[in-house]
């Protein structure tokens, strides 16, 4: 901790350097060394307790910054500036920041990239690690910019941070004069020579948090000007303003902007080890690794949330949908409500629901028009032009919408000049499907059907009733569409992953053969019942699927309603049994009843089933 000696030594050197500069002018000083150390003392006791933890609402206890921080990298220039999309930027250790940057720094990332909790870690490390650069820094001096959003009476006093500085200090004027003596401007003077000689002479890192979450305008503009200031003076003493990436476009001599990369694979394992030890942290990684959601893993708000479930109970949420719902929400709403701050936007003032359903309009309209990942800003100008009527928002609010959405959700990041993507692949999907599955009904055009894949196994578990879902999309849609290998089996393998929970039909079994008798005729000359070469590649994408599907259903109508025709062996030691349609069906008593109860779409004349699947499930459910 900051030694009291340090303390002493700074009441001395703020008092007399004050004492000396005032008495040349008409003032007088009414602070004495008594209120500068009380004022020093409130001020360093609060930056402590505020460094000291990290806390947020799934957690079920705080965690101490210095035990969870992972030292995090920077990119040296934001990606935003990128002329191409795949140039590479230099990355650089934060830890390492002090020794390689001689300038002040601006800090920018995107929401819940680490920004805060970085500058929580400096000021643990500045009170109480003696090696983290003891001839650079004092102490820390901590300005948080949320706390700024009020109005400001004006006055005599000085610019926003000059005075909150003056005072946290502990200075105080005696203003009682002649005013035919003194002036304003006067006063503001002194006040704000007193606030950069003393931060000069003290050696402190001044770290300004948050410049996104100011919410006027006017603040903005006022404390740009200060900082550009403090960044012009200041040598002994350095400045850190961090904000969210999208909120700061600013150019400030000897100000040097960098951006927090995502964390890469080393410094997951590392977070996730810290949070819950070796043992739950291999486990816990192994199932998001598993996940379709493990590309939000590089986020550390994201992480720190899944890792304070898995601790509460011991896993992750068993759907992914459950998951997508979560991070969503967390990043629409639920961080920026957590630490009380409010954002002064026509977006903003959404409804959740409602930034949902614009998102997922977004995300299908940029999907299906752009086909790739990456989108320019006339992509999205386009897009929303095409929905804002819907919305209530002005045609020409476009690029302050999407300014919005990119600092407030981080959903999706300016990935270089005029160029965006979603932060997560896994969120583009989940929105669009979202979007997808309350159409009035499913789409149906070739072209737009080969770009879901992901999308559209998404849809049939978010659906109100999968199993229906999942007949319309195959027995109306797939079936009449030649669909490439490619495209059956992403779908096939992100509906595994998304775990759905098929209701009890007696139309998803024959639906399911449908979509393996697609597959097989895509692979293999059907029509020649002797071959050489017959392929079953997808061996174990199909049995995981007919598991899932016949947890709750039955494959015994197919041996109600076909009969084995002929059957051919595969290279991948499989046996394809080719299913005729019966012409007469006997259904037994029991049999009937289950039938009565369902209505049958129409059949087709020939199913493909592999012979496993036929002896690995029951006749009934």
């Not at 008092?15 to 003392?41: M, R």
């Amino acid at each position: 901790m900051l030694k009291e000696l340090l303390i002493k030594e700074t009441v001395k050197l703020i008092f007399a350097f004050a004492t000396k500069k005032v008495e040349k002018t008409n003032f007088k000083l009414e602070s004495t060394s008594k209120t500068i150390e009380d004022a020093l003392n409130v001020h360093i006791r609060s930056v402590k307790n505020w460094s000291n933890e990290i806390t947020f609402k799934d957690l079920k206890s705080s965690k101490q910054t210095s035990k969870i921080f992972i030292p995090l990298d920077l990119f040296v220039y934001p990606k935003r500036i990128r002329m191409d999309f795949d140039e590479k930027i230099r990355i650089i250790p934060l830890l390492e920041i002090f020794n390689k940057e001689k300038n002040h720094l601006a800090i920018l990332g995107q929401p819940g990239a680490g920004k805060t909790t970085s500058m929580k870690f400096f000021c643990q490390s500045i009170f109480f690690d003696e090696k983290f650069y003891p001839e650079q820094f004092n102490f820390p001096i901590l300005i948080k910019l949320r706390d700024f959003n009020r109005p400001i009476k004006s006055g005599n006093n000085a610019g926003i941070l000059y005075e909150h500085l003056f005072n946290l200090l502990g200075l105080k004027l005696n203003e009682s004069i002649d005013e035919s003596k003194i002036s304003k401007e006067q006063i503001i003077r002194i006040k704000e020579t007193l606030v950069l000689e003393l931060l000069e002479k003290l050696k402190v890192l001044l770290i300004i948090d948050g410049f996104d979450e100011l919410v006027f305008k006017s603040h903005r503009e006022v404390i740009l000007e200060e900082i550009t200031q403090f960044a012009n003076y200041l040598e002994s003493s350095k400045l850190i303003l961090t904000s969210r990436t999208a909120d700061y476009n600013s150019v400030h001599e000897n100000i040097s902007v960098y951006e927090i990369c995502p964390l890469n694979d080393k410094q997951i394992s590392s977070f996730a080890e810290k949070w819950l030890g070796m043992e739950k942290s291999s486990r816990f990684l192994k199932e998001i690794s598993d996940s379709p959601y493990n590309d939000t893993s590089i986020r550390p708000l994201t992480i720190a949330h899944l890792c304070a479930i898995y601790e509460r109970i011991g896993k992750i949420p068993e759907k992914p949908k459950t998951v997508y719902k979560k991070i969503i929400n967390l990043l629409l709403e639920e961080w920026d409500e957590q630490r009380g701050i409010k954002r002064n936007s026509k977006y903003a003032q959404f409804e959740i629901d409602r930034k949902f359903e614009f998102l997922s309009n977004l995300a299908f309209l940029l999907t299906t028009r752009n086909g790739k990942a990456i989108f320019s800003r006339q992509d999205l100008t386009n897009v929303y032009n095409d929905i804002y009527i819907d919305f209530d928002l002005q045609k020409d609010q476009a690029k302050e919408v999407v300014n919005d959405i990119e600092s407030h959700t981080g959903l999706f990041v300016q990935a270089g000049y005029d160029l965006f993507e979603f932060a997560h692949k896994s969120l583009q999907e989940y929105l669009c499907a979202e979007y997808i599955v309350k159409l009035p009904n499913i789409p149906k055009e070739k072209r737009l059907i080969e770009r879901f894949p992901n999308e559209l196994a998404i849809s049939v578990t978010i659906s109100s009733n999968p199993s229906m879902y999942f007949v319309e999309l195959i027995d109306n849609i797939f079936s009449k569409i030649n669909l490439e290998f490619d495209f059956i089996q992403k779908f096939i393998n992100r509906l595994i992953l998304e775990k759905p929970d098929f209701n009890q039909n007696l139309n998803v079994g024959i639906s399911a053969l449908r979509l393996y008798s697609v597959y097989i005729n895509k692979n293999n000359d059907i029509g020649v019942q002797l071959k050489l070469f017959n392929s079953d590649s997808l061996v174990n994408e199909f049995e995981n699927l007919i598991d899932i599907i016949f947890k709750r259903n039955s494959i015994g109508i197919i041996n109600t309603y076909y009969k084995e025709e002929y059957s051919f062996e595969t290279m991948d030691q499989t046996k394809v049994l080719i299913m005729k349609k019966r012409q007469k069906v006997s259904i037994q008593n029991e049999e009937l009843n289950f039938i009565r109860s369902q209505k049958i779409n129409d059949m087709p004349e020939l199913l493909h089933c592999r012979e496993s699947f036929i002896k690995q499930h029951t006749l009934f459910p």
